[in-house]
Nanobody
């Protein structure tokens, strides 16, 4: 069993920054891709970013490219999402998720599919005021 716990959310003004963390515990391995998704009120959950567990490749939602950076610190079993130049449209609950298969290649279109991931955190709220 794996537990994922997000932290770092909060209220920030437009143009500000936040860094989200996702700490994994239990039967963890650095060989799994890890992703961030978000869900705004009244909207479906959407993919934000993913980082490969095998080669460190990253992919992003187009609207966050150049503003968000996903990274991982395997020694701490932690994945981060650095969010800069936040805009009100970034307001959502942010979730981290773990790929259901270790060592799987991360392809952009496939990595965006929520059903690819089997473990999810409880989410952390990010609110960006205008």
């Amino acid at each position: 069993q794996v537990q994922l716990v997000e932290s770092g959310g909060g209220l920030v003004q437009a143009g500000g920054s936040l860094r989200l963390s996702c700490a994994a515990s239990g039967r963890t391995s650095s060989n799994y891709a890890m992703a961030w998704f978000r869900q705004a009120p009244g909207k479906e959950r959407e993919f934000v970013a993913v980082i490969s567990g095998s080669d460190g490749r990253t992919y992003y939602l187009d609207s966050v490219k150049g503003r968000f950076t996903i990274s991982r610190e395997n020694a701490k079993n932690t994945v981060y999402l650095q969010m800069n130049r936040l805009i009100p449209e970034d307001t959502a609950v942010y979730y981290c998720a773990r790929d259901s298969r270790a060592g799987r290649a991360v392809l952009p279109q496939m990595a965006q599919m929520a059903q690819r991931y089997d473990y999810w955190g409880q989410g952390t709220q990010v609110t960006v005021s205008s």
